[in-house]
């Protein structure tokens, strides 16, 4: 599988699916292998099956990124099996506390009175700022322990969203935990600059995935707001944390991309 990745090797982090598994697979089509961390395991493993029927190399490692242990053992398991750390990609992510589980009692666009922080439990809060932005930082932290002790560059791409410039009554720790994800992708770029690690992020729009897909249920439908008319494929946003990630953007860091449709310029 030859590509502008060819040799290297990534770590991608939610890709059991969504966008982290079209990263996953563009990636690896571009010639990475690919380690998916994931805390869904059925998706992480078909995720990587897909890979290696592709042709290419990947590894699935289950991973919930608020636990440090699990980081850790993500980053030592991958360099186990591949030898060596290039990139990671942080995809994994939450829009609410009880996401993963799929409870609809305090889902915020199912219910908007159980996103109102007037509400919401403070342990709610802390779950998607340990998963969205801890996680992050862990992960980042992490992937360039690594690369310094192999002395060599690397790249990270993180998710940050739209929602990081665009307060929410109902989404508040979501919206904070992505703008926290900005600026950390802004002081690690300024920190691990001079060891050669470039950190940039992606900020997506309405892209058609299953967090999207909720908010659908919840009768969320029309994109009348977005310059393009349109939501996304999770490839279009694959391909800037493609950019990111390969030696295209060889003098670009401390970067957030929107992947947005225009959302942010109106």
Request: proline share 4%.
């Amino acid at each position: 599988m030859a590509g502008e990745l060819e040799g290297k090797v990534s770590i991608v982090t939610g890709g059991g699916s969504g966008m982290g598994r079209a990263t996953s697979l563009l990636l690896a089509r571009e010639g990475a292998a690919v380690a998916v961390a994931d805390v869904n395991d059925e998706g992480g493993e078909q995720t990587a099956a897909q890979i290696e029927d592709l042709g290419g190399e990947s590894l699935f490692v289950h991973t919930d990124v608020s636990s440090e242990d699990d980081v850790v053992n993500a980053v030592a398991r991958t360099v186990e099996r591949f030898g060596k750390l290039d990139s990671m990609v942080t995809a994994a992510g939450i829009s609410y506390a009880k996401y993963v589980e799929g409870d609809d009692d305090t889902d915020p666009f199912l219910h908007p009175e159980a996103g109102s922080n007037l509400n919401k439990p403070t342990e709610q809060w802390q779950k998607v700022i340990d998963v969205n932005l801890t996680g992050v930082m862990l992960c980042a932290r992490e992937a360039a322990r690594q690369m310094v002790n192999e002395g060599h560059g690397g790249t990270i791409v993180n998710f940050a969203s739209i929602n990081a410039y665009n307060p929410s009554p109902i989404l508040t720790d979501y919206s904070v935990s992505k703008a926290g994800v900005v600026m950390l992708t802004r002081c690690f770029a300024v920190e691990f600059g001079p060891r050669g690690i470039r950190v940039n992020a992606v900020a997506p729009g309405p892209i058609e995935t299953p967090m999207l897909a909720r908010v659908q249920r919840a009768g969320v439908s029309g994109w009348g707001n977005v310059p393009l008319q349109r939501t996304a494929d999770p490839h279009e946003v694959a391909e800037a944390v493609l950019f990111f990630t390969s030696d295209r953007s060889s003098y670009v860091t401390g970067k957030t991309l929107g992947v947005d449709g225009g959302i942010s310029t109106v």
